[in-house]
């Protein structure tokens, strides 16, 4: 055990890192230039252009997909529905839930349309985890996992 000596030296030591840690990690602020009235000019209004809202381009993602495992099933998705691995659902980390996407097997050109209802894990590639229905029918279900294209569908497709 330490003596009192030692552990007092310690928390000095200690308190002392404290105080500077705050001033040394700072950021280092840029002298503001402030605007004098001499220097302010007046800008002539322009006109208002109505801008177009542009539909957003289909998304067409190359990635990897898996399929969820037994244990899985009858647990709450995020969506709040049960997972049932007859369904064609499927998570995706960042597509909003109820998207449609087609998905095909770019080793046999299998595609399945799935309904995205569930959060996967964050990945550094577009990753994508279907029902086991889903990759039945992609062909991969014992393989485990299969490089794919996932295309987001729009409302009038099927």
Sequence with gaps: MASFERSGKMVRILAICLML????????LAAEKTATPSEVTQVAP????????KESVVKRLIGVASYYAKR??????TSGVRYHPDKMTAAHQSLPL??????????????V????N?????????FIDLSRAAAKKLGFFGAGKANVSIHVLKDDES
């Design 118 to 126: 569930d959060r996967c894990r964050k990945k550094s590639v577009p």
């Design 113 to 116: 349309t799935v309904v995205v």
């Design 72 to 77: 899985f099933q009858g647990r709450k998705t």
């Design 21 to 28: 840690l705050p001033i040394h990690t700072l950021p280092l």
């Design 98 to 111: 109820g998207t449609k996407v087609r998905v095909t097997n770019l080793a046999n050109n299998k595609e």
């Design 46 to 53: 322009e006109k208002k252009e109505t801008v177009e809202k």
